[in-house]
């Protein structure tokens, strides 16, 4: 099994590691080759623009 690590869209230079176990984010990074290292059963990877709109989105939901 291998992480799937997804494209930097324009403007956006980072990634977000998520634990699986808590759905939190663990740290943000810029190196894909850190990224290429880490356990698929244990992180999930966004970039920092998913990530936010994903936040948004649960922030949003969680307001109304």
Not at 39 to 62: E, G, M, S
């Amino acid at each position: 099994m291998t992480l799937t690590i997804p494209p930097l869209e324009p403007n956006c230079n980072s990634w977000i590691v998520v634990r699986n176990d808590t759905g939190l984010p663990a740290f943000e990074t810029w190196s894909r080759d850190l990224l290429e290292r880490l356990d698929p059963a244990k992180t999930k990877v966004y970039t920092a623009l998913q990530w936010l709109q994903k936040f948004n989105a649960q922030v949003k939901a969680d307001s109304q």
